[in-house]
């Protein structure tokens, strides 16, 4: 299995582009996360989704962000319009199945840069 | 919101010298997983403890969980210059199978050869 697949892998754009964000997690995964990691904040999660179904987005900063799922094998986080604060890594991530026994399995990154 | 909190934020330490990381949290889990980042990649599992499991160990990785003060240890021995990386707790809500992870902040491990 080739893991967690991110796309891009880095991102430098504009302030006030639209950004799109995309993830391919692991074939079977049940499980998909959106998290965004900064030095000053940490590993932040963002949004999961079970089964394709968004579970739970009060992580996401604000109605600039916006995540889907439209199938078991794709997902994508998009940020419009974009802004500097938004710089980060976000990394996407995949889990087979409940917490209680499984580990979470994650992307390479997306690092974002919005000048 | 943090529910893991690391200690120390840094560890530098000799190669062959022991590291001990450790993870305090707030609420009742279901497991507490050790997760490894080397610098510019994404996190990768190490191990997975269950709330009724107090230790485990994995190669040279030993685990600790105390749910009664809420807090876990991470020990590496012998450790080696490829060990250098930054280290992170995560825990679950709790309450259900249906829960994210949630990180701390890490622990930045500097193996000094």
């Known amino acids: 299995d080739a893991g967690v697949i991110q796309s891009p892998r880095h991102e430098v754009t504009e302030m006030g582009q639209e950004v799109t964000l995309r993830c391919k997690p692991i074939s079977g995964h049940d499980y998909l996360f959106w998290y965004r990691q900064t030095m000053m904040r940490g590993l932040e999660l963002l949004i999961y989704f079970n089964n394709n179904v968004p579970i739970d987005d009060s992580g996401m900063p604000e109605d600039r962000f916006s995540a889907k799922m439209p199938n078991a094998s794709f997902s994508t986080l998009k940020i419009q319009p974009s802004e500097p604060r938004d710089s980060a890594v976000y990394f996407c991530?995949?889990?087979?199945?409940?917490?209680?026994?499984?580990?979470?399995?994650f992307g390479p990154g997306t690092r974002l840069t919005v000048l | 919101s943090q529910q893991g909190e690391e200690d120390p934020q840094a560890l530098s330490i000799q190669e062959g010298e022991n590291a001990t990381m450790n993870c305090s949290y707030k609420?009742?889990?279901?497991?507490l997983q050790w997760y490894r980042q080397n610098s510019g990649r994404g996190l990768v599992h190490l191990i997975l403890?269950?709330?009724?499991?107090r230790e485990k160990h994995s190669g040279r990785l030993r685990v600790t969980l105390d749910t009664s003060k809420k807090s876990s240890s991470l020990l590496i021995t012998a450790s080696r210059a490829a060990d250098t990386a930054s280290y992170f707790c995560?825990?679950?809500?709790?309450?259900?199978?249906?829960?994210?992870?949630?990180f701390g902040k890490g622990t930045r491990l500097s193996v000094i050869a």
């Open positions: 991530a995949s889990r087979p199945g409940p917490v209680g026994y499984n580990e979470q399995f």
């Open positions: 995560a825990t679950d809500a709790g309450n259900s199978g249906n829960t994210p992870l949630v």
């Open positions: 609420t009742s889990i279901n497991n």
């Open positions: 403890i269950r709330s009724n499991e």
